[in-house]
Structures are given as structure tokens and as C-alpha cells.
């Protein structure tokens, strides 16, 4: 199994920054890549970047050039720095992780809970 856990979410005002951090535990065998997706009420999860274990990137065009996305891979923790929020950022942030778990051969998708993160005007 792995678990994500995602946290640094919060309230913040238009312009502002907010770092998330996500941290992948359990019985993990290899880590190919983690991303964040974001979820807004009544709309469809949508990917905001993602990164391999070799360091590439990969943004969505809403948030290029605002975002950073960056991984430890020893501590199996994925972090995106947002800056420049603006109230259209608002939305459930979920860490994702493909992984493969010790008792698997191949990898697969895993998901956190998901971390609220609410821009105001």
C-alpha cells in the first residue's frame, strides 16, 4: 500500500503564495512520478504539474511561469510552490503518486485526500 498525505493548504488572499507539500509512505518499491491535480466545486479534477523521478516537468498552461513543482526523493515528498494566486485557483488540491508498491510488478495511481486551498478577492 501507499498513503499520501498532503498539507500546506489554506486561506490566503489574491497574490499571494502558498507552498503544498505531500509525502508518499508504506510499503513502496519505486516512485515514477508525482503530481498535483485540483478539483473547483462542479467542475472535473484537472492537472495543475507533475514530475518525474528524473526531474522532468510538466505544467498546465494556467500555471506555468506561477508554479513550481519539486520532488525529494529521499524523503518521497512532492512540494508545489504557488505564487501569484488568484481567486480561480481555488479549489481541492490531491497529491498524486505513480508508484509501485513492494508486492506489485508494476506501477500504479495512487491519490491523497486531497488539501483545500481557497484564494480570496
Known amino acids: 500500500q501507499v498513503q499520501l498525505v498532503e498539507s500546506g493548504g489554506g486561506l490566503v488572499q489574491a497574490g499571494g503564495s502558498l507552498r503544498l507539500s505531500c509525502v508518499a509512505s508504506?510499503?513502496?518499491?519505486?516512485?515514477?512520478?508525482m503530481g498535483w491535480y485540483r478539483q473547483a466545486p462542479g467542475k472535473q479534477r484537472e492537472l495543475v504539474a507533475v514530475?518525474?523521478?528524473?526531474?522532468?516537468?510538466n505544467y498546465a498552461d494556467s500555471e506555468k511561469g506561477r508554479f513550481t513543482i519539486s520532488r525529494d526523493n529521499a524523503k518521497n515528498t512532492v512540494y508545489l510552490q504557488m505564487n501569484s494566486l488568484k481567486p480561480e485557483d481555488t479549489a481541492v488540491y490531491y497529491c498524486?503518486?505513480?508508484?509501485?508498491?513492494?508486492?506489485?510488478?508494476?506501477?500504479?495511481?495512487?491519490w491523497g485526500k486531497g488539501t483545500q486551498v481557497t484564494v480570496s478577492s
Open positions: 514530475i518525474t523521478s528524473g526531474g522532468s516537468t
Open positions: 498524486n503518486c505513480n508508484a509501485r508498491p513492494r508486492s506489485w510488478l508494476n506501477t500504479r495511481d495512487f
Open positions: 508504506g510499503t513502496i518499491f519505486s516512485i515514477n512520478a
